[in-house]
Nanobody, 121 residues
């Protein structure tokens, strides 16, 4: 599966961004998917996940502010980020797996290039 993240940028605190992840090489509707983020010197962390059937999970730090969604017809995964805070600054990655436990664990051999999100005034 090939993944390409986009949509990052510089935004002021309180602002919004929508990240996109284009996936190819997979039957999209069968996969669980996740958004992750990483800052230098820290481990990559799961931000949000979505099962193949659409049930979602969120990290406590983003609940109520971020929304994960997918479009099976377009093979696209999205992360709508609202009320952004400086601590949301990170490189954001997406990844997919048939097993939702893999998505929750973030246990992948390869990652895309990610997209940088910077929240600053």
């Amino acid at each position: 599966v090939q993944l390409v993240e986009s949509g990052g940028g510089l935004v002021q605190p309180g602002g919004s961004l929508r990240l996109s992840c284009a996936a190819s090489g997979a039957i999209f509707s069968l996969y669980a998917m996740g958004w992750y983020r990483q800052v230098p010197g820290k481990q990559r962390e799961l931000v949000a996940a979505i099962r193949s059937g659409g049930v979602t999970n969120y990290a406590d730090s983003v609940k109520g502010r971020f929304t994960i969604s997918k479009d099976n017809a377009k093979n696209m995964l999205y992360l709508q980020m609202n009320s952004l805070k400086p601590e949301d600054t990170a490189v954001y990655y997406c990844n997919v797996a048939l097993d939702f436990r893999t998505v929750l664990a973030g246990d992948f051999r390869s990652w895309g290039q990610g997209t940088q999100v910077t929240v600053s005034s």
